[in-house]
């Protein structure tokens, strides 16, 4: 298995563009966790899907934050517009009823 | 709410030696524990997973031990190689969210 796969690795924008980031759970999980890293806060859970349904999004920080999970395979996560304290390091994980298995992460910086 | 903290922040030691990692946390109802590894640029390594109900979990040269009434945890390396060198993070799964500490950043020199 390749484990948890996230594109883009590294992604640079600027101020008020929109920003994607992607996100394949290991086959089998079906538990997928949106998180953010950054030196002031450590690490954050923005939002986990059960089974493909959004369970608790009290992490997403503001209405500018989306998360959608269109099935067992697939989820995004999209910031619209997107803010300079919005650089962070943005880690997806998935996991089935036990330890949570990462990605190697997307470090979004906007400038 | 739940806090986790993570003692010492960082930590920098001679090879071979033995150490000891501190997680501790404020609420004692847990369903498990995880520990972490995080080489710098990359993502998050499961080391170890303890059941609430558990007392320790051990994988080769790591051994992780839980008092859930106390709230602590702690990471033994026994050991240690310059390869161990990374940051370290528990993290407390409450009801269905894993709370992370903030880490100790480990320094194994030859």
């Known amino acids: 298995d390749a484990g948890v796969i996230q594109s883009p690795r590294h992604e640079v924008t600027e101020m008020g563009q929109e920003v994607t980031l992607r996100c394949k759970p290991i086959s089998g999980h079906n538990s997928l966790f949106w998180y953010r890293q950054t030196m002031m806060r450590g690490l954050e859970l923005l939002i986990y899907?059960?089974?493909?349904?959004?369970?608790?999004d009290s992490g997403m920080p503001e209405d500018r934050f989306s998360a959608k999970m269109p099935n067992a395979s697939f989820s995004t996560l999209k910031i619209q517009p997107s803010e300079p304290r919005d650089s962070a390091v943005y880690f997806c994980?998935?996991?089935?009823?036990?330890?949570?298995?990462f990605g190697p992460g997307t470090r979004l910086t906007v400038l | 709410k739940q806090e986790v903290t993570q003692i010492p922040a960082a930590l920098s030691v001679p090879e071979g030696e033995n150490l000891v990692l501190n997680c501790s946390f404020t609420?004692?109802?847990?369903?498990?524990l995880q520990w972490f590894r995080q080489d710098p640029g990359k993502g998050l390594t499961s080391l170890l997973l303890?059941?609430?109900?558990?007392r320790e979990q051990t994988s080769g040269r790591l051994n992780a031990s839980l008092d859930k009434s106390s709230g602590r945890s702690t990471l033994y390396i026994a050991a240690s190689q310059p390869g161990d060198s990374a940051t370290y993070l528990c993290?407390?799964?409450?009801?269905?969210?894993?709370?992370f500490g903030t880490g100790t950043r480990l320094q194994v020199f030859p």
């Open positions: 993290a407390v799964l409450n009801t269905d969210k894993l709370i």
């Open positions: 303890i059941q609430s109900s558990q």
């Open positions: 899907f059960n089974n493909n349904v959004p369970i608790d």
């Open positions: 609420d004692s109802a847990i369903y498990n």
């Open positions: 994980a998935s996991g089935l009823a036990g330890p949570q298995f």
